[in-house]
């Protein structure tokens, strides 16, 4: 439980660590840098542009897809679109948080209800008692801190100010 936690609050502090400077969405910028020097271009990261010979293309659009305008055979353009359909790294780590919580939300009751049912079964014996209710109290502050998560991202993001 305590690694849990742990990996929780790890992860909660990863948008702090990814500023970027030329968009507000720093793992675009990496990919449109990669593309372009992957393509034979050249990366201008003062403006974040890509540089075929004589064209100079924007490394971001809005929809959080990379594009490039021309490339290194001197052809048409190329379209990345985006494998995880979340727009930014925002939406990307609110629908994970969200798929967490109706975790937590099933989880917690069926984790709840055993404890319960190792209290009831340890007929005096007090190891198995303390075990049941140290089960349930775990359970229950899992599930609370699974349900402030979306408002420890908000209050995060408040202090930071991404």
Not at 77 to 82: D, H, M, S, V, Y
Not at 90 to 96: C, Q, R
Not at 116 to 134: E, N, R, V, Y
Request: charged residues 10%.
């Amino acid at each position: 439980m305590k690694r849990l936690i742990l990996v929780l609050l790890v992860i909660s502090f990863f948008p702090i660590l990814a500023f970027g400077a030329c968009d507000s969405r720093p793992i675009i910028n990496d990919i449109a840098r990669d593309n372009c020097v992957w393509g034979g271009g050249t990366w201008n990261s003062s403006n974040c542009t890509c540089s075929y010979g004589g064209s100079s293309t924007s490394g971001s659009t809005s929809e959080g897809t990379t594009t490039t305008e021309g490339s290194a055979g001197g052809g048409g353009g190329a379209t990345i679109p985006n494998p995880l359909g979340h727009a930014s790294f925002t939406a990307l780590f609110e629908a994970i948080i969200d798929w967490i919580i109706d975790i937590a939300l099933v989880l917690a009751p069926l984790i709840i209800v055993y404890g319960g049912f190792l209290h009831i079964t340890s007929a005096g014996d007090p190891a198995k008692s303390t075990q049941g209710k140290k089960v349930i109290l775990y359970a229950a502050i899992g599930l609370i801190v699974a349900l402030l998560a979306k408002s420890l991202i908000g209050i995060l993001e408040g202090i930071v100010v991404i």
